[in-house]
């Protein structure tokens, strides 16, 4: 392979690159394949003083946004106004990811 | 020349041409790239005439697009304020934070340097769903036993909001059964139900907050599915008295769902909140506010396959306020630039954003000229 053709080959591996990561950006590549590969059901619970009930994902993604915050808590994220209280959202980590994929922020306490 | 030199010649050739072309899709492409990456840029607006000591605006120095502006609430988050001022949002919407000062301090932030005074919004039903749990406690509307302890709350909290510098409540619930969170509805007959949210909104706005009815037209947190997103539901005289109590009582807004209705109303098969059929019928007969439930649930955003679609349809069906909580600054200017365009092009009538806007400024107390 002479030196043009190598140049020509890897410019055309940087157009690629460019082009993907116009039409989709790299640092979201690897969640997007993790979201992609786990193949678990989205489940959010609300509990409210030891009583829980299964939120439609529609709504928990707009909730969890209006938490302070979510902490990690083994498999699932805990999404709270305040870290003592009775009341708070259990989400496992499909619907926490389906929310970040849907453009919802929620605020992760280490 | 030899045939074969002739064929090398052609062969270096089509490589140079190559390379040449391919050079220029790197540099085109990374200027796209460049582009994508570089952070939302709006000007100060200079054009705006507005009088703050008479607290007077004069409408027509708006642009269109400030006007489009005015019609959007976004979720609160500090480090987009700038931005959201200068595109002259309408209002923005506060979560959860840890303490009163936190809130002040947001609140403050906002309305600092703001060019038109913003909407200051939040969720507070009570104790089933408290922004200010880490200091103030509330029951919840499940737990309001008589209309008088319902006034009682709603001026409790209005005093609290105001004092805090919040204009618009997103609060109560009007549907007459919450079978989601179990707490976020009156409880009690129709009539009782009915009786204790009239006098929480008079309570509410006795003491000098906005109140919101939702969510139009009713049974949005009874028909929901935890695995689907589109809802569906058939609405009954029950479901829509409780919304004409609310508007006799003078209730300053409603918010519309995004269920798919049929029965006593029928919102064609859309979601309720892009149905122009179910809004201009609420809007013969209430003046107040119409606010959509957030735009990005998955109860509207699966009905289109098109986003821009979705965002002139929420305008054309004649909300008045538009909620929408993506907490990218770059996609609420790409909305607000969707709706200018479809104005422009006249499948939004711009008498519509015109009432809408001056609907908004009115109610936040400016005089519109």
């Not at chain 2, 006098?199 to 049974?219: D, E, M, R, V």
């Amino acid at each position: 392979m002479n030196l043009i053709t190598k140049i020509n080959v890897s410019l055309a591996s940087i157009i690629v690159i460019l082009l993907v990561n116009l039409l989709l950006p790299l640092n979201s590549i690897a969640g997007k394949v993790v979201y992609a590969l786990d193949s678990s059901e989205p489940s959010c619970m609300f509990n409210n003083k030891n009583i829980s009930t299964e939120i439609p994902l529609d709504y928990c993604c707009s909730e969890i946004e209006k938490q302070l915050a979510c902490k990690k808590d083994n498999s699932q994220f805990r999404c709270y106004i305040s870290e003592s209280s009775g009341q708070y959202y259990l989400v496992n980590r499909q619907a926490f990811n389906t929310c970040k994929e849907e453009g919802y922020y929620a605020k992760i306490q280490e | 020349m030899p045939k074969s030199k002739n064929k090398i010649n052609k062969k270096i050739f089509f490589q140079f041409l190559l390379l040449g072309i391919l050079s220029l899709l790197v540099i085109v492409l990374t200027l796209l790239n460049l582009q994508k990456s570089m952070p939302l840029q709006i000007d100060a607006p200079k054009n705006v005439v507005y009088n703050q000591t008479t607290n007077t605006l004069q409408f027509d120095s708006l642009t269109l697009k400030q006007k489009i502006a005015q019609m959007v609430i976004v979720y609160g988050n500090e480090d987009n304020k700038e931005l959201l001022q200068k595109m002259l949002i309408g209002g923005v919407h506060l979560g959860a934070k840890p303490s009163k000062e936190a809130f002040l301090q947001s609140i403050k932030t906002f309305q600092k340097e703001s060019i038109l005074p913003l909407f200051i919004t939040l969720d507070l039903e009570g104790g089933c769903k408290n922004p200010f749990e880490n200091f103030q406690s509330f029951p919840s509307a499940k737990e309001i036993k008589t209309a008088e302890e319902a006034y009682a709350v709603g001026y409790d909290e209005g005093l609290l909001l105001t004092e805090m510098g919040f204009t618009l409540n997103f609060a109560p619930v009007v549907d007459l059964e919450d079978s989601i969170w179990n707490c976020r509805s009156f409880s009690g007959t129709p009539l009782e139900a009915s009786e204790k949210t009239a006098s929480y909104i008079l309570g509410l706005q006795s003491s000098g907050i906005l109140a919101t009815a939702k969510h139009y037209p009713g049974k949005t947190l009874s028909s929901s599915d935890p695995h689907k997103t589109l809802t569906y539901a058939d609405i009954t005289p029950d479901d829509i008295a409780m919304f004409e109590n609310s508007i006799k009582n003078n209730v300053s807004a409603i918010m519309i769902s995004h269920i798919i209705v049929k029965g006593i109303l029928n919102s064609e098969s859309k979601p309720g909140v892009v149905s122009d059929k179910l809004i201009t019928d609420l809007k013969n007969q209430f003046t107040g506010l119409i606010i959509s439930d957030e735009v990005m649930m998955l109860g509207l955003k699966e009905y289109y396959s098109n986003k821009d679609q979705m965002y002139i349809d929420l305008f054309k069906a004649g909300n008045d306020v538009v909620l929408n909580f993506n907490q990218d600054p770059k996609e609420i200017y790409h909305m607000i630039s969707v709706v200018e365009k479809a104005v422009k092009k006249g499948t939004i009538s711009e008498d519509l954003i015109d009432a809408s806007a001056k609907k908004i400024l009115q109610t936040k107390g400016i005089n519109v000229e």
